[in-house]
T-cell receptor, first 115, second 116 residues
Framework: KAGVTQTPRYLIKTRGQQVTLSCSPI?????VSWYQQTPGQGLQFLFE???????NKGNFPGRFSGRQFSNSRSEMNVSTLELGDSALYLC??????????????FGNGTRLTVT | AQKVTQAQTEISVVEKEDVTLDCVYE???????LFWYKQPPSGELVFLIR??????QNEISGRYSWNFQKSTSSFNFTITASQVVDSAVYFC?????????????FGKGITLSVRP
């Protein structure tokens, strides 16, 4: 069974640009979550989608947005990039949005560098 | 608010030594879930274990064991006879059952280096 796939693996953007990251969950998984990982702040929750609906949201500005498609694939968008947005963005999928029933399975992440 | 504290930031051991990674959590939920994840250099977070707040039984899986103690709000992870392949960053995480607390709250992680 294929794991969580994130594309691209690496991205270099300049300040002010926008970026879209993609995540394909494990087949059959309906919940997709996004996390930002930085050396200073560690792993921080961005948002979770389940059946195309945002179910949970972290404390990030409105420049960070996401969506989920009917096939459970998800995209994350960051507009007006700032230097501080440089991070590893991790996507995770699970069977449903209840952590008890199905733990999160993570992808390899997208390394975003903003210059 | 939920919080996970991994006081150890870096641990270095020699192969075959036992090592314990500490995790202390805070939550007001009566039902919650605790996790350990491993992050090798490739970047992918690998799920290791999940425990429920109402199940305090310790668990052993090969060289790995976990000690969950509600009385001290701790969920420690021990690797017995460590190997070089155990070198990674280990994260402890906590989630509640519903609503805003159902997301995973991670600790800062512990970088484990196992030297040959």
């Amino acid at each position: 069974k294929a794991g969580v796939t994130q594309t691209p693996r690496y991205l270099i953007k300049t300040r002010g640009q926008q970026v879209t990251l993609s995540c394909s969950p494990i087949s059959g998984h309906r919940s997709v979550s996004w996390y930002q990982q930085t050396p200073g702040q560690g792993l921080q929750f961005l948002f979770e989608y389940f059946s195309e609906t945002q179910r949970n949201k972290g404390n990030f500005p409105g420049r960070f947005s996401g969506r989920q498609f009917s096939n459970s694939r998800s995209e994350m968008n960051v507009s007006t990039l700032e230097l501080g947005d440089s991070a590893l963005y991790l996507c995770a999928s699970s069977l449903d949005s209840n952590n008890y029933n199905s733990p999160l399975h993570f992808g390899n992440g997208t390394r975003l560098t903003v210059t | 608010a939920q919080k996970v504290t991994q006081a150890q930031t870096e641990i270095s051991v020699v192969e075959k030594e036992d090592v314990t990674l500490d995790c202390v959590y805070e939550t007001r939920d009566t039902t919650y879930y605790l996790f350990w994840y491993k992050q090798p250099p490739s970047g992918e977070l690998v799920f290791l274990i999940r425990r429920n707040s109402f199940d305090e039984q310790n668990e052993i899986s090969g060289r790995y064991s976990w000690n969950f103690q509600k009385s001290t709000s701790s969920f420690n992870f021990t690797i017995t006879a460590s190997q070089v392949v155990d070198s990674a960053v280990y994260f402890c995480a906590l989630s509640g059952e519903t609503g805003a607390n159902s997301k995973l709250t991670f600790g800062k992680g512990i970088t484990l280096s196992v030297r040959p």
